[in-house]
């Protein structure tokens, strides 16, 4: 199905690079990058030279001419013997040093707070309650991207045989999950479940940490092999835990924003609490699946039933949009009829245009066919007639080319997965009103909603009435200035997404000339050479496989 300009990190709100042309709201509003949102300061002073330092050529010449002469001089006199066992042991205490340093070292830069006042409180901790949740889930995102980050050297050193590496990565791994469960308790309260996975994986890391310093001792390659699989399952468990409990602390917080939206009265309030959920989603599909099941989706669309809170219905239906990307999301949707809400608002052309645009985005993402399950098409379909009508108007009506894009986005999805739909669309005579948006660059601006057009297009010409109505409109004429479309950047989505346009474009042109009047009408406009020039010319086609075929299928029609 054709949803590109959703599916782009890239894009505002449009570009696919990855999709084959389907519709997803969720994944364009997330242009944020995990990585650059969770990089946290604190991972720079853990990892700063201190570490390095204590690994440092002095530290390893400890063992070296000193120890030599010491032993060569050895005389069998007693008092010998025991200067000789004295140095020795001050030797091993100050190679052992180094480690039993760093330990300290990670453990008093953890467990206290850096910051201007003395009684400025820990990372976890802030003041004001229009942060709170979200300065906390992100500040766990961050903290949880360390950790994270801890575990995997560890398992990349583990499986190389670096025990020393292994030791002080252990180490830190250890002080940072210390860390974080001291300050998010005394930050929340947390739950008892919670509570029993912190004890557990505490006692994971320090088990960790223990087993890892006694492979510092030995070079026996048995023990270490032996070791090294005990680590492994022990460091897979600590992986495991630390991500139940993080989820579980997640959670948490979620449960504190969603509550906030639900019991506030204030406009503004509401606003930037879904800002701060709306952000979360923007952290990956796994924190949408959290979102959803602690009840957002319910919470947003109890605010777009209410009228006192019409000018929130877009900033909700957004949130709700990016949250949809997951099953988990449109099965809470369903729950509480959204799709009924989502058509009330389509429908009703006194709303804001924002609002009607952001319920299309929602259309466009439950009926995107990246979701494996359809089941919620069953209550969709019972609205679609409704649904299809307001989104091919407000295709017609549209100030500007994202709402035309959503709008069309939605329509393009719902083509494919319903034939009803396209006869409908014939009937309220979308084939003029797609054309003539085409000619508005106003609305149709970008490769991405020439996508959305070829596709309903593509899908209407299957049915032979069609055909008529798009020779009146000059379609043909229009197909194949669509079969010409280039990227106007180097942008690795805009020029996927050209390709889509001009493969849709001769689909659309090989169905449409089944008609002899159609076909005679390609013929004259000089169809077949641009086809064959495509077919020879990789350039010509932004080199692109499928549009040759596409092309192919053209000529031969």
Request: glycine share 2%.
């Amino acid at each position: 199905m054709d949803t590109d300009r959703m599916a782009s990190p890239q894009s505002s709100r449009m570009a696919s690079p990855q999709s084959s042309g389907m519709a997803s709201p969720h994944s364009s509003r997330m242009a944020c990058p995990q990585s650059s949102r969770m990089a946290s300061p604190q991972s720079s002073r853990m990892a700063s030279p201190r570490s390095s330092r204590m690994a440092s050529p002095q530290s390893s010449s400890m063992a070296s001419p000193q120890s030599s002469r010491h032993s060569s001089s050895v005389s069998s006199s007693p008092m010998s013997r025991m200067h000789s066992l004295q140095v020795d042991s001050v030797q091993r205490w100050m190679e052992d040093l180094r480690h039993m340093t760093e330990v300290e070292c990670m453990c008093v830069l953890q467990a206290k707070a850096i910051g201007v006042e003395e009684d400025a409180q820990g990372e976890l901790i802030v003041a004001t309650r229009d942060h709170v949740a979200r300065d906390n889930l992100q500040t766990l995102l961050r903290r949880a991207l360390v950790v994270s980050t801890e575990l995997g050297k560890m398992f990349q050193r583990l499986e190389k045989g670096r025990w020393q590496r292994v030791h002080s990565t252990a180490v830190r791994a250890n002080c940072h999950v210390r860390s974080l469960v001291h300050e998010y308790s005394a930050a929340r309260n947390t739950p008892s479940e919670m509570q029993k996975y912190e004890t557990s994986l505490l006692e994971k890391c320090m088990e960790l940490t223990t087993i890892t310093e006694k492979c510092l001792h030995t070079e026996d390659e048995f023990f270490l092999k032996s070791m090294s699989e005990a680590i492994n399952g022990i460091l897979t468990d600590v992986s495991d835990s630390f991500s139940h409990m993080i989820d579980m602390a997640l959670a948490n917080e979620i449960q504190i924003l969603i509550r906030q939206i639900e019991s506030s009265d204030s406009v503004y309030t509401i606003s930037s609490d879904i800002s701060n959920l709306l952000s979360l989603t923007q952290d990956g599909p796994q924190l949408c699946r959290i979102i959803a099941k602690e009840g957002a989706v319910v919470a947003l669309f109890k605010i777009c039933r209410q009228d006192c809170f019409s000018d929130l219905y877009a900033h909700a239906l957004r949130a709700v949009a990016s949250i949809c990307c997951v099953e988990e999301g449109i099965i809470q949707l369903e729950k509480v009829d959204g799709i009924l809400c989502l058509a009330d608002i389509l429908t009703d052309e006194n709303r804001a245009e924002s609002a009607r645009a952001e319920a299309a985005a929602v259309v466009a993402q439950i009926t995107s066919p990246h979701h494996t399950s359809t089941q919620h098409l069953d209550s969709f379909l019972e609205s679609m007639e409704d649904i299809v009508t307001a989104l091919i108007k407000l295709c017609g009506s549209a100030s500007c080319g994202e709402v035309f894009l959503l709008a069309s986005a939605a329509l393009a999805n719902i083509t494919f997965f319903d034939s009803m739909a396209c006869e409908i669309l014939l009937q309220l005579n979308a084939i003029h009103i797609l054309l003539q948006a085409c000619k508005d660059r106003q609305r149709v601006d970008t490769p991405y909603s020439k996508d959305q057009v070829v596709t309903i297009l593509a899908n209407l010409s299957v049915l032979e009435q069609s055909a008529p109505e798009v020779l009146q409109e000059k379609g043909v004429e229009r197909l194949l200035q669509l079969l010409g479309e280039k990227p106007s950047s180097s942008s690795p989505s805009e020029g996927a997404a050209c390709e889509r346009v001009q493969q849709k474009a001769a689909v659309t042109l090989a169905r449409l000339s089944r008609d002899p009047d159609v076909a005679q009408t390609a013929i004259q406009l000089q169809a077949v050479p641009r086809l064959i020039e495509l077919c020879r010319s990789p350039a010509e086609r932004n080199n692109s496989d499928s549009v040759l075929v596409a092309c192919l299928v053209g000529i031969f029609k």
